[in-house]
Protein backbone atom coordinates (compact mmCIF):
# COMPACT_ATOMS: atom_id res chain seq x y z
CA UNK A 1 0.00 0.00 0.00
CA UNK A 2 1.14 3.29 -0.72
CA UNK A 3 1.71 6.27 0.91
CA UNK A 4 1.41 9.89 0.49
CA UNK A 5 3.49 11.03 3.82
CA UNK A 6 5.53 7.83 5.30
CA UNK A 7 7.02 10.32 7.84
CA UNK A 8 3.45 11.18 9.06
CA UNK A 9 2.39 7.66 9.59
CA UNK A 10 5.07 6.57 11.48
CA UNK A 11 4.71 9.27 13.90
CA UNK A 12 1.08 8.54 13.77
CA UNK A 13 1.63 4.75 14.35
CA UNK A 14 4.04 5.66 17.10
CA UNK A 15 1.60 7.56 19.00
CA UNK A 16 -1.42 5.33 18.69
CA UNK A 17 0.92 2.76 19.96
CA UNK A 18 2.30 4.22 23.56
CA UNK A 19 -1.30 5.75 24.21
CA UNK A 20 -2.40 2.34 23.94
CA UNK A 21 0.97 0.74 25.57
CA UNK A 22 2.04 -1.40 23.89
CA UNK A 23 6.08 -2.14 24.30
CA UNK A 24 6.67 -1.89 20.07
CA UNK A 25 5.28 -0.74 17.13
CA UNK A 26 6.48 -1.91 13.64
CA UNK A 27 6.52 0.73 10.38
CA UNK A 28 7.97 -0.30 6.74
CA UNK A 29 11.53 0.43 6.50
CA UNK A 30 13.11 3.44 4.93
CA UNK A 31 16.38 5.02 5.31
CA UNK A 32 14.44 8.73 6.57
CA UNK A 33 12.55 6.74 9.31
CA UNK A 34 15.47 5.15 10.37
CA UNK A 35 16.73 8.43 10.10
CA UNK A 36 14.28 10.49 12.26
CA UNK A 37 14.23 6.95 14.45
CA UNK A 38 18.26 7.64 15.54
CA UNK A 39 17.41 11.13 16.50
CA UNK A 40 14.84 10.02 18.79
CA UNK A 41 16.69 7.46 20.23
CA UNK A 42 20.25 9.72 20.73
CA UNK A 43 17.80 12.25 22.92
CA UNK A 44 16.01 9.29 24.82
CA UNK A 45 12.45 9.79 23.22
CA UNK A 46 12.49 5.71 22.28
CA UNK A 47 14.58 2.01 23.95
CA UNK A 48 15.69 1.94 20.44
CA UNK A 49 14.84 -0.15 17.00
CA UNK A 50 15.85 -2.94 14.39
CA UNK A 51 15.40 -3.47 10.97
CA UNK A 52 13.31 -6.98 10.30
CA UNK A 53 11.02 -8.12 8.11
CA UNK A 54 7.32 -9.13 7.58
CA UNK A 55 5.81 -12.08 6.40
CA UNK A 56 5.93 -11.14 2.98
CA UNK A 57 9.71 -10.11 3.21
CA UNK A 58 9.45 -6.91 3.32
CA UNK A 59 11.76 -4.26 5.34
CA UNK A 60 10.42 -3.29 8.32
CA UNK A 61 11.59 -1.41 11.35
CA UNK A 62 10.25 -2.77 14.68
CA UNK A 63 10.49 0.73 17.20
CA UNK A 64 10.89 -0.36 20.93
CA UNK A 65 8.81 2.76 22.95
CA UNK A 66 10.12 4.00 26.35
CA UNK A 67 8.08 4.34 29.31
CA UNK A 68 8.88 5.69 32.78
CA UNK A 69 6.39 4.93 35.55
CA UNK A 70 4.02 3.24 33.19
CA UNK A 71 3.57 6.82 31.26
CA UNK A 72 4.76 7.14 27.52
CA UNK A 73 7.86 9.43 27.67
CA UNK A 74 6.95 10.83 24.42
CA UNK A 75 4.13 12.88 25.25
CA UNK A 76 3.49 15.13 22.13
CA UNK A 77 4.28 14.31 18.57
CA UNK A 78 3.46 16.74 15.81
CA UNK A 79 4.13 16.85 12.83
CA UNK A 80 4.84 19.92 10.85
CA UNK A 81 5.97 19.76 7.78
CA UNK A 82 3.64 18.04 5.06
CA UNK A 83 3.72 17.04 1.53
CA UNK A 84 1.26 19.87 1.03
CA UNK A 85 2.93 22.71 3.43
CA UNK A 86 6.69 22.13 3.23
CA UNK A 87 8.02 24.32 6.62
CA UNK A 88 11.57 25.71 6.11
CA UNK A 89 13.54 27.56 8.46
CA UNK A 90 16.92 29.26 8.70
CA UNK A 91 19.37 28.13 11.80
CA UNK A 92 17.58 31.12 13.85
CA UNK A 93 14.10 30.60 12.73
CA UNK A 94 14.24 26.72 13.68
CA UNK A 95 11.69 26.69 16.36
CA UNK A 96 12.36 25.99 20.35
CA UNK A 97 9.72 23.52 21.70
CA UNK A 98 8.53 23.93 24.93
CA UNK A 99 11.02 26.15 25.67
CA UNK A 100 13.91 24.27 25.35
CA UNK A 101 12.28 20.96 26.88
CA UNK A 102 10.99 19.31 23.57
CA UNK A 103 13.12 18.79 20.51
CA UNK A 104 12.34 19.74 16.79
CA UNK A 105 13.79 17.21 14.46
CA UNK A 106 15.24 18.87 11.52
CA UNK A 107 16.60 17.33 7.65
CA UNK A 108 19.52 19.57 7.20
CA UNK A 109 21.73 19.35 4.31
CA UNK A 110 24.72 17.55 6.74
CA UNK A 111 22.01 15.05 7.91
CA UNK A 112 18.32 14.69 9.87
CA UNK A 113 19.02 16.05 13.55
CA UNK A 114 17.47 17.63 16.24
CA UNK A 115 17.18 21.42 16.59
CA UNK A 116 19.73 21.59 19.05
CA UNK A 117 22.62 19.79 16.76
CA UNK A 118 21.14 22.29 14.16
CA UNK A 119 21.86 25.51 16.02
CA UNK A 120 25.70 24.22 16.65
CA UNK A 121 26.15 23.00 13.50
CA UNK A 122 24.61 26.37 11.88
CA UNK A 123 22.39 24.69 9.29
CA UNK A 124 18.99 25.14 8.94
CA UNK A 125 16.42 23.04 6.78
CA UNK A 126 13.36 21.32 6.84
CA UNK A 127 11.16 21.24 10.53
CA UNK A 128 9.87 17.49 10.26
CA UNK A 129 8.14 17.32 13.39
CA UNK A 130 8.26 18.81 16.90
CA UNK A 131 8.58 16.09 19.79
CA UNK A 132 7.41 16.34 23.84
Not at 26 to 44: C, M
Not at 78 to 89: H, N
Request: charged letters at 25%; one cysteine or more.
Amino acid sequence: MSVNDPIGDMLTRIRNSSLRGKSTVRTPASKLRAWVLDVLQSEGYIRGYEKTTDKNGHPELEISLKYFEGVPVIRELKRVSTPGRRVYAGVKDIPSVRQGLGIAIVSTPKGVMSDAQARTDNVGGEVLCTVF
